[in-house]
């Protein structure tokens, strides 16, 4: 989600006013808004400023990580947050947890602004919703952060196992996007397993190298590409049945039966979407619709899509986890969920006539209009 800017015609400079004005249009008007609260943070002593916004507690309290990053401008951030907030709210619906969705960000270079007196700080704006938003890590912050902010508050997830965490959130990350290819698997194929197919994995990092290792023990066949060649080079060594292409544009173009974008997103653009060869993409980065339309580009070329946001769940089903003390068999068997989540996607989005990304936002809006509904009809009665 962009944000408008209006070039001020004395200074050149975007005119604050109308930036704000738009993002405010967008919190309290705009379709893509309806925030329950956004909450500015500023402490002067440690440079803090941050953004934390709830999006929804209808299905309990909000649940999403704290992106620590240097916007253009503070706008931007606001932007970002209302954004990020409203996804988390489909993510935390689809994953089956009782949870709303919230997001925060913090302005500002991690690398130079960073240090404990700001997360400190931070930990005690997140203690001040008591309980309403429960945060966790994001881009640019780290298990080790978490654990000074929960120094703080009891609503802080994503520590360190000696904390009492969960530590690494990309086991069950990859484990859950194994399980949406399986489903895309059995939807596409008639049985639900990736044996016997040529998976191409783009970007082997933390998430890609475990679904590199859940693939090989199912029986696939699997291509990967990295721009990091030590990252290249350990999948290689410790499995020599991996193959390896240039980059990702020769990754897309190599006879595949499923992508798996695995690093940044945007990965699924127009180029990509007009001469892959796979016809399941299901991969573990966010945001890999380049912009919207694409889905429906992929539908109508017969490639299946597995909706980023429903397979790569397992981590916030991980650090969901720990609030109730962290146990990893229990997160697991839900993470194990994904995989009917995404044939109900699929099955859905057969029924009604649209692409699965389209499919799996309506079922999110509805399972979170189930529980408001419910909400209201617990309540008194007005006399
Ligand atoms: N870690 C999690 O638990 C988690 C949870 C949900 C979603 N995700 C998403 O999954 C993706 C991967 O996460 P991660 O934790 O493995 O990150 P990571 O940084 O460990 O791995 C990403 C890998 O992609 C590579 N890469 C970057 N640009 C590339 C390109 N153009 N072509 C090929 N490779 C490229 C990087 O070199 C790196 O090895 C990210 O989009 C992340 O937001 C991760």
């Not at 190599?254 to 001469?275: E, F, R």
Request: net charge negative.
């Amino acid at each position: 989600m962009g944000v408008t800017t209006v070039t001020d015609v004395q200074t050149g400079r975007p005119d604050e006013g109308v930036v704000a004005a738009g993002v405010l249009a967008r919190l309290f008007r705009s379709e893509q808004g309806g925030h329950e609260q956004v909450v500015l943070c500023q402490d002067r002593a440690s440079g803090l400023k941050a953004v934390i916004a709830v999006h929804s507690t209808a299905l309990g309290p909000a649940l999403g990580g704290t992106r620590f990053h240097a916007y253009a401008s503070d706008e931007e951030a606001v932007a970002d947050a209302l954004n990020l907030s409203r996804g988390m709210s489909y993510k935390n619906a689809l994953a089956g947890l009782d949870h709303g969705g919230g997001k925060a960000v913090i302005i500002g270079d991690p690398d130079t602004l960073k240090s404990e007196e700001l997360l400190l700080a931070y930990g005690r704006f997140v203690a001040s919703l008591g309980g309403r938003y429960v945060t966790a890590c994001d881009v640019g912050t780290y298990v080790a952060d978490m654990d000074v902010v929960a120094r703080e508050n009891r609503w802080t997830t994503g520590r360190s196992v000696e904390q009492g965490g969960a530590g690494d959130s990309s086991v069950l990350t990859a484990f859950g996007v194994f399980q949406g290819m399986r489903a895309a698997a059995g939807s596409q194929w008639g049985v639900p397993t990736l044996r016997g197919r040529r998976v191409g994995v783009a970007g082997v990092g933390k998430v890609g190298h475990h679904l590199v290792e859940h693939l090989l023990d199912d029986g696939a066949e699997v291509v990967i590409t990295d721009v990091r060649g030590e990252a290249v080079d350990t999948v290689l060594a410790r499995h020599p049945r991996v193959t390896a292409v240039r980059d990702n544009e020769a990754l897309v173009r190599a006879p595949l039966d499923v992508y798996a974008p695995c690093a940044l997103g945007g990965a699924l653009d127009d180029a990509t979407a007009a001469v892959l060869t796979a016809t399941v993409v299901c991969g573990a980065a966010n945001n890999q619709l380049a912009h919207p339309g694409v889905e429906k580009d992929l539908a109508d070329r017969g490639i299946l899509y597995a909706p980023d946001y429903v397979v790569n769940a397992g981590g916030v089903i991980q650090v969901a986890d720990e609030l109730h003390g962290f146990d990893f068999d229990r997160a697991k068997a839900k993470a194990t969920k994904i995989y009917d989540t995404t044939a109900a996607i699929f099955e859905r989005a057969r029924a009604d006539g649209v692409p699965p990304a389209v499919a799996a936002d309506r079922l999110a809006e509805q399972r979170i209009a189930d529980r408001t509904a419910a909400a209201h009809w617990l309540r008194p009665a007005a006399s």
